[in-house]
């Protein structure tokens, strides 16, 4: 799995690994929408029927029952294709090298749904013509335009000894198993654990998948084609066939800025990224679309902010920049009996002034001089400051005397300084 080319890709498990309860389950809320969607065509006509007779007109309508397709936007193209897993080892590609025999997944005109099936015949319309999987009492085939159809790749690379997970011929079930023997077009597994039933199966590669990577085989830097699941303002979750999805932060999208997140990604988009940082602690992983922006090492587990908790906010401290953001910087600080942990230097708290650009100021492995601000135990959170008191310069200021203020009314006016 450490490849770019390996473990980075799902089979077909929504098209092709369906349990049966699972297929009658979609089948029933498909004949359903489509039901709904003839008696919402037939209802103005009933209606209209209803009126002719109350008023004895004369008039004679022409209607259609057919209940108009909607416009799909990109978007909701993209959300129907991001529910159609990757190949193990290939994925989806685009229609433009469509033959007879393909593996395709379309868009039933009748319901703008997604559905798995076969070219049956490509039309003199460059329409194709797609025999649907399972019909469901409706048409076998329709003809679909070409931006309606995903052709899908079966991976069928599989090596013996490789583990794998399968559909059970018996029941439909996934099980794990191992690749014993190559066939013709068909891969014999042998089950973990049989359970009382064969031990070896011949299975279709459409119902094969590698298992997820697991999360201690993920390392920084590793690169994976992935798909996007979801976009959100802040960044979007990848799915790299791991255990679960990863974040991709808008900031690590590209080296430019990015005004708006959903000018660039959408759902169903397959893009190249690389391992930007784990959280050991907390199970997650971070993503990049730019080479060679990583966190570095895994995060290490929260460090004992103790030592640091009763320590005068008047004193100085060394310490070395960890890495810095547009907010601020991390800043590592060593006690002298060897105690050790971040605090934020908040871009307000590096100097006095604005700061335009935190990079500007401030580079990682930088040695800087701090005060410890505020130490939280409870959010095991430390924030330091580079300024010196409250930002004046001189040092740090003692508290001011305002004694001589008090019997000064509030409606008096004073002159004062910046």
Sequence with gaps: FGSSNFGSIRPLEHNFGETPQ??????????ALRASKRSAGLLPLLLLVALSYAFSTLTFVSLSTAPRRPATSRVAQGRERSRVALAARGGEENGEKLAVGDVVSALCPDDDQWYPG???KINDD??????????????????????????????????????????????????????????????????EDPDGGPEESEVDPKEMKYPPIPYDQLAVGQKYQGTVKSVLDFGAFVDIGAESDGLLHISRISQERIENIYDVLSEGQQV????AGKRE?????????VEGLTDGPARRAPADLTPFADLPSDEWFTGVVARTAPFGA?????????????????VSKIKDGFVDNVDDELSAGQEVKVRIESVDLDSNR????????????????EPVDLTPFESISSDTWVNGKV
Excluded at 22 to 31: F, R
Excluded at 272 to 275: A, G, P, R
Excluded at 281 to 289: F, P, Q, V, W
Excluded at 330 to 346: I, K, Q
């Design 22 to 31: 699972e297929k009658k389950a979609s089948a029933s809320d498909k004949m």
């Design 281 to 289: 602690d907390e199970g997650k992983y971070g993503l990049t679309m």
């Design 382 to 397: 430390m924030s330091l400051s580079m300024r010196e008191g409250f930002g004046g310069g001189g040092g740090f200021r």
């Design 126 to 191: 460059s329409t194709y013509c797609v025999k649907w999987d399972d019909p469901e009492g409706g048409p076998e085939t329709h003809d679909v335009p070409l931006d309606g159809i995903r052709k899908i790749v079966i991976f069928k690379d599989y090596k013996v000894g490789e583990k794998v997970e399968a559909v059970f011929p018996d029941d439909g079930y996934w099980y794990p198993g191992e690749v014993t023997k190559i066939g013709d077009g068909k891969f014999t597994v042998k089950w």
């Design 330 to 346: 991390f800043v590592t600080v060593t006690l002298e009996d060897g105690a050790t942990a971040d605090g934020l230097v908040h």
């Design 118 to 120: 076969t070219i049956e």
């Design 272 to 275: 190249d990224v690389w391992i």
